[in-house]
Every structure is written in C-alpha cells, then in structure tokens.
C-alpha cells in the first residue's frame, strides 16, 4: 500500500502485517497522489508544484524526479508493462515518461484547460486524457496524435475508467458520459 499526505511525506506498508516499508520524502509541496505500478516495485507520487517523483517500494529515499509539468500534477497512470508512465497536470498537458530514465517521451498538448485526468487503453495502443475543457481526447500512444476528440457538454468535474482500460466515463455538472476505448 502506499500513503501521501499534503506535508510532502508518504510512505509504503507492508498491506498484510501494516508494517512500514519505506518514507518518501522528497517533494516541496503537498503531494497529490501515489500510483503502484501493479505486481512491480515501483511508485510515482505527484505534488502541488508540477513535480513528479519515482520511487521504489523497499528502498527509503529512493526516488529520481521526472521534469516537465509547471502545475500541479493531477493523476498518473502506469501501462499495464510498467514501462510507460502518462501523467496528467493543470497546466493543460499530460506527459508520457519512461520510468527507467525519467525521460519525456511525448507531451499531449491541445486541451485548452486542465487535464485532470489520463491513462492507457487495454492494449496500450490509446491514451484518453480528459480536460475541465469539456472534452475527453485520444491519443496514439506511439506518437502522440490526437484520433479522436469527443465533447461531454460541458466542463468535466471527474474521469475515471476501469483496470481494464476498455473505456472512459466522465461526468460534468448535469450529465455522466462514457465511451469504449478502441485499441
């Protein structure tokens, strides 16, 4: 398990025994969130300031920072592989890293406001992002080409979508909105 709080500290339990595995310590702002990558050691926590850390689960004070977002950075999300990461942020992006280097890959731009939240198809092949703009965006995940833009009517208050990545649903103040992902 993994905890965060807004005095920039988290930590990694043992899920089982409750039994503190690591501390995080390293971001400058409240942090946000934490994302396990499934089955790996690996954890991404994502701060008030646009920073974004990656982490190991055994090894406290483990982390290298991943560059790139001026805002604050709302929701990541980890490709099923683990190998890719895409991150979503306030100042209108979503980014999409390599987790081995912490190097950009591709940076999604179009959105006219916030992104609040990203992820990654079942197959990997699409990434969905999805903007208080109204509008929920696809993505190649090869080379960061929009396929397809789709209007909720109106500015998107939440995202979400299954483990599975199969679809999006969105909902805005008076409507819930979903669609299946193609792969």
Not at 77 to 87: I, Q
């Amino acid at each position: 398990l993994c905890s965060v709080a807004r005095d920039g500290l988290g930590g990694v339990w043992d899920a089982a025994t409750g039994a503190r595995l690591a501390t995080m310590r390293s971001h400058d702002a409240p942090m946000r969130a934490g994302v396990v990558v499934a089955g790996r050691d690996r954890i991404a926590t994502l701060a008030d300031d646009g920073s974004v850390r990656l982490w190991g689960t055994t090894a406290s004070g483990s982390f290298f920072p991943i560059p790139g977002h001026r805002e604050r950075v709302w929701t990541s999300a980890w490709r099923s592989d683990g190998r890719r990461l895409v991150t979503s942020s306030e100042d209108g992006t979503a980014r999409v890293v390599d987790p081995s280097t912490g190097g950009t890959l591709l940076v999604l731009r179009g959105h006219r406001r916030s992104v609040l939240d990203a992820g990654f198809s079942a197959h990997d092949a699409t990434i969905w992002t999805a903007s208080r703009d109204g509008t929920v965006r696809l993505w190649d995940a090869s080379d960061g080409r929009t396929t397809a833009e789709l209007s909720a009517g109106g500015p998107i208050a939440v995202a979400g979508a299954p483990p599975d990545g199969s679809c999006v649903v969105v909902a805005t103040a008076s409507r819930i909105v979903g669609w299946s992902i193609p792969d």
